[in-house]
């Protein structure tokens, strides 16, 4: 279990960063070059190849060396293992929406009671 949870940790460490997400969201369209991902974020290869490498540790990413082009593709599995452990929450989240919709509904159930009242006083 601490393997699976260091996993974890690396792939929500990962997933904490705005650019490493976006990377990740424009490699599940396609594989990139490192210097593609980096074109948006106006940022060096250096750079970009410092959040690919994290990207890589987490396990979400592969890249591959084709003579001086790094190509990154998306490595989904560490993201559903993530996915597989936030459902845990799932039921008790969607419990408590629940209750606020019901709440809610009866309190717009009582507005309507107290404006159609005071309407036909």
């Known amino acids: 279990m601490v393997e699976r949870s260091a996993h974890l940790d690396a792939v929500?460490?990962?997933?904490?960063?705005?650019t490493r997400r976006a990377m990740l969201g424009r490699l599940a369209e396609r594989e990139l070059t490192i210097g593609e991902l980096a074109?948006?974020?106006?940022?060096?290869?250096?750079?970009a190849s410092k959040h690919v490498r994290v990207l890589e540790n987490a396990g979400l990413v592969k890249r591959t060396i084709r003579g001086r082009s790094h190509l990154c593709r998306?490595?989904?599995a560490r993201l559903?293992?993530?996915?597989?452990?936030?459902?845990?929450y799932e039921r008790f989240w969607t419990a408590k929406l629940d209750?606020?919709?019901?709440?809610?509904r009866e309190e717009d159930r009582a507005k309507s009671k107290s404006k159609s009242k005071s309407v036909t006083e």
């Not at 460490?13 to 705005?18: G, N, V």
């Open 39 to 47: 074109t948006p974020f106006h940022m060096s290869f250096a750079g």
């Open 80 to 88: 559903a293992e993530a996915d597989a452990w936030l459902k845990r």
């Open 74 to 76: 998306l490595e989904a």
């Open 99 to 104: 209750r606020l919709e019901a709440l809610l």
């Open 12 to 18: 929500f460490h990962a997933l904490a960063d705005p």
